[in-house]
């Protein structure tokens, strides 16, 4: 009775949810589908193509993730949130857009000049190159209106683009690879060119509606904004993208695609931790203001044992993991996913940090973190792929993110002996003792890799436990949740 009554008193409380809080809600479930679609085509490509062909996928990959920062500098992003406050938007998206398509064009035309450095750099064709820049000028149209839309709260509009846009590109992409012979190549021009088709109509729409390209104000108000903020962005992309483009020149491209299948697989925690955070960042900015330290950091151990269990619980399942989404080519990429998943958690808990950064606006001690991991990581990388190959890549990263971690939690300490005195947000002893507890046991559970009965047997007693504890992790999300729907 108490399960049915529970389901049936359900759409009473969804109904009874202000409309941020349900949008806040169907953005979650929506990144899930989204993020969830890729991650399900994971088996049809590593399948589709060979592990050379998924190496030159995966590093264009990261080098398109790179190069758009610098043609579009990220307007699309918190610049173009906190421009909607201070001015009309139609007119703001159409100034923003301009000054993104100077930059786009300037980065064409520098590559036309200097293609043949570009690809010694980069080792991508010219005509991978010249499509991944062009597309680039129309990418942002609609960036623009997600986020002009989830500013507005208004969910159902982005849920339905953004899942159409990736199921028709997802389609696409796999029928160009299957009916052709050079699946490498065609998977990269589907998957480049068919979200920048889909982008053109929002890229007319929002000149049409904002009726300008340039606005002297406007320009120097997100170039002030945004352009000190770019070392960040960059940092952070080198930091998660460059260990692909590292052993693609140092060890090859297969190597790349196994390594690249290790971060596929693991995107599923990515997912779990990015929108566990998206819900709980705006939750700590009002606890911040309240200055209801102790809530948070209570609040923000608890959460930190659940990730950290499912980080340990999917460890020891990875084998299986990897089996399920690929063929036996890759399923070395076992040995990856220890470094890889830790470094999902260190990523995860930095956001802790960082968010008290934000919320007393302290950006550039950031840019200085950022910057100082993505240049160790490089080296660092430099230095071991040629001597261990490429599985030296996950640890270096995972060093990295630790190094970072802690950066960012003498930062935090700093930002708050200025603004809050000795006052303590966390309880870094216990967040200490949760974070060496699991990394022992993620790195213990290895052990359990060919025990497949071992495994079972535990998976039912963490499930058990799930069970016997559910009323404890409800009441941490219901905090979270319940406080953000009064705050609305």
Avoid at 172 to 197: D, H, K
Avoid at 298 to 320: C, H, M, R, T, Y
Wanted: overall charge positive.
């Amino acid at each position: 009775m108490k399960v049915s009554g529970a389901v049936l008193s359900f759409p009473k409380t969804y109904n009874k949810m202000s409309k941020p809080v349900k949008a806040s809600v169907w953005f979650m479930v929506g990144s899930f589908l989204q993020k969830g679609i890729s991650f399900l085509t994971i088996p049809i490509f590593t399948r589709l193509l060979s592990t050379e062909e998924y190496g030159i996928v995966s590093v264009y990959t990261a080098w398109s993730s790179i190069l758009v920062i610098f043609a579009t500098l990220n307007l699309s992003g918190g610049v173009y949130n906190r421009g909607l406050l201070k001015y009309e938007e139609n007119k703001f998206t159409a100034s923003l857009q301009g000054l993104s398509t100077v930059f786009a064009i300037s980065l064409l035309l520098i590559y036309l000049i200097f293609h043949n450095s570009f690809y010694e750099f980069t080792k991508l064709s010219h005509t991978l190159m010249l499509t991944m820049l062009i597309c680039f000028i129309f990418l942002p149209g609609i960036n623009f209106w997600y986020v002009g839309q989830r500013f507005k709260f208004e969910y159902k509009n982005v849920i339905t683009v953004s899942i159409f846009s990736t199921i028709l590109t997802t389609v696409v992409t796999i029928a160009a690879v299957y009916f052709s012979e050079n699946r490498g190549f065609m998977n990269i021009l589907a998957m480049t060119i068919m979200p920048a088709l889909i982008a053109v109509p929002f890229y007319l729409k929002n000149f049409l509606k904002g009726k300008r390209f340039f606005d002297k104000e406007i320009w120097k108000y997100a170039l002030v904004f945004n352009l000190p903020l770019v070392p960040h962005y960059l940092s952070n992309l080198v930091l998660s993208q460059s260990d692909r483009i590292m052993i693609n020149n140092l060890a090859g491209s297969s190597y790349a695609a196994i390594y690249s299948v290790a971060y596929s697989v693991a995107m599923i925690m990515i997912i779990l931790c990015d929108s566990i955070n998206a819900s709980l960042t705006p939750w700590r900015y009002q606890k911040l203001e309240q200055k209801e330290y102790k809530e948070i950091g209570d609040a923000s151990q608890k959460i930190l044992i659940l990730i950290g269990s499912i980080i340990v619980l999917f460890n020891i399942f990875a084998p299986e993991i990897i089996r399920l989404f690929t063929p036996p080519s890759y399923h070395e990429a076992i040995w990856v996913i220890p470094p890889i998943i830790l470094s999902v958690y260190f990523i995860f808990l930095y956001s802790f940090f960082s968010n008290v950064e934000f919320y007393f606006m302290k950006t550039k001690f950031m840019m200085l973190a950022s910057v100082a991991a993505a240049a160790l990581n490089i080296l660092l990388n430099y230095i071991f792929i040629p001597i261990y190959g490429y599985l030296a890549a996950g640890y270096t990263t995972l060093f990295c993110y630790v190094i970072f971690t802690i950066a960012h939690f003498g930062f935090m300490k700093k930002v708050c002996k200025e603004n809050i005195g000795d006052s303590q947000i966390y309880d870094m002893k216990k967040i200490l003792l949760i974070t060496l507890a699991i990394c022992f046991l993620t790195a213990a559970s290895t052990l359990l890799y060919n025990l497949i009965m071992v495994k079972f047997i535990l998976l039912a007693i963490i499930l058990i436990l799930i069970v016997v504890m559910r009323n404890k992790i409800t009441n941490v999300i219901r905090k979270v949740v319940g406080k953000r729907e009064k705050e609305y």
